[in-house]
């Protein structure tokens, strides 16, 4: 880490061995991106609460080439977080999920999910059928690709989405899921 690490103690003294034990789970975020810049840590103690008692929060703030990454409290109250090892533990966890996401994004390995694709059942036969999809491509489809609905009730001209299974067929495109588009259809 280029420019160290900052920790500060909000509505607490400041505690070593807390400290301690923010800068070596920063240290250790180092395996996960090689390129941090700096991290902030803020421990906050808030005031004694009447029904869930006194529960730490931790701030993380990692900066990275071109942007900051912010790690804080959110959702509900965890009682767990009473103890501020717990809740360090917790933050920086949480840290190190955001950390990896943040590479594989960089290395263009987060996954994009392709919209499904369109088309109108062209031909049936016993247990399967060929689609026909909106650019003219026909795609291979077995009965129990249908996702509801009965594979008896398919007419031909009917309008599916389906999702093309890559690798599937050394026959040519397959559907892995077909979902009948439309007014409501029977389940079976």
Do not use: W
Not at 115 to 131: K, N, S, V
Not at 163 to 168: C, R
């Amino acid at each position: 880490m280029e420019l160290g690490v900052q920790i500060t103690f909000k509505n607490m003294d400041p505690a070593p061995a807390v400290e301690a034990k923010a800068r070596e789970r920063a240290a250790r975020l180092d395996r996960f991106y090689d390129r941090i810049l700096g991290c902030r840590v803020v421990i906050e103690a808030p005031h004694r609460h009447h029904r869930t008692g006194r529960q730490y929060r931790i701030g993380i703030v990692l900066t990275v080439p071109g942007r900051d990454i912010f790690v804080t409290h959110e959702g509900p109250e965890n009682p767990a977080h009473k103890d501020v090892m717990v809740a360090l533990r917790d933050a920086f966890d949480a840290a190190r999920r955001r950390l990896e996401d943040h590479a594989r994004e960089l290395r263009g390995q987060i996954k994009v999910h392709e919209p499904p694709i369109h088309g109108r059942i062209a031909r049936l036969f016993e247990d399967y059928g060929f689609i026909e999809t909106s650019d003219g491509q026909e795609v291979y489809f077995h009965r129990h690709s249908l996702v509801e609905g009965k594979f008896k009730s398919l007419k031909p001209g009917d309008e599916v989405r389906l999702t093309i299974a890559e690798n599937e067929s050394a026959k040519g495109p397959q559907a892995s899921t077909v979902h009948r588009v439309g007014k409501h259809h029977p389940v079976g």
